[in-house]
């Protein structure tokens, strides 16, 4: 493991911490040459994944694909990484449990752009831009539209519940 820093590899484990669903560990760790901080997460390698592209390529599954997608998406919004590593996390864990070893990329982008709707919707949007590649205006526009729709749906359901 090297420091994403300095690229050094002497460093220590400040806290472990297992997730919520014990299938990873979160270690927080110092680099002991240029003394920063960073977070590092272990999971058990399961059965190996496969991803079918649009084209018919066939490649192994990712998750640096997408936390890097997500990043890209959410930057400069209040989504933390630990949030993106839960949504991977999570997305990966419903692959494994499917019958089939392989998976389409359409299956892995639903999945993902669903979870991400529900943590924010302009890093959604931004994601969605890409994913459903989007080409016009009027493509946001309609993304918009559908947002709109579903968070006065849900503000209505909330003030509903609380009356």
Same mark, same amino acid.
């Given at each position: 493991m =090297? $420091?994403?820093? $300095?690229g050094? @590899?002497?460093?220590?484990? &400040?806290?472990?911490r297992q997730s919520e669903? !014990?299938?990873s560990f979160r270690r927080r760790r110092e680099c002991d040459t240029c003394h920063k901080r960073f977070t590092t997460y272990e999971r058990v390698e399961g059965v190996d994944l496969t991803v079918v592209k649009k084209e018919g390529t066939v490649e192994p599954f990712d998750r640096e694909k997408i936390r890097k997608g997500l990043? /890209?998406? @959410?930057w400069k919004r209040p989504v933390t990484l630990e949030q993106i590593e839960e949504l991977? @996390?999570?997305?990966? =864990? /419903?692959l494994r449990r499917r019958k089939s070893t392989q998976v389409k990329s359409w299956e892995i982008g639903n999945l993902v752009i669903n979870r991400l709707r529900r943590i924010d /919707?302009? !890093?959604?949007? &931004?994601?969605?831009?890409v994913y459903k590649d989007f080409g016009r205006l009027e493509d946001f526009q309609s993304e918009i539209r559908e947002l709109k729709k579903e968070t006065e749906a849900n503000h209505i359901k909330t003030k509903h519940h609380e009356t």
């Open positions: =090297r $420091c994403p820093y $300095c050094s @590899t002497n460093h220590s484990v &400040l806290e472990s669903d !014990g299938a990043i /890209k998406a @959410t991977i @996390t999570e997305v990966e =864990r /419903k /919707k302009v !890093g959604y949007l &931004l994601f969605a831009s």
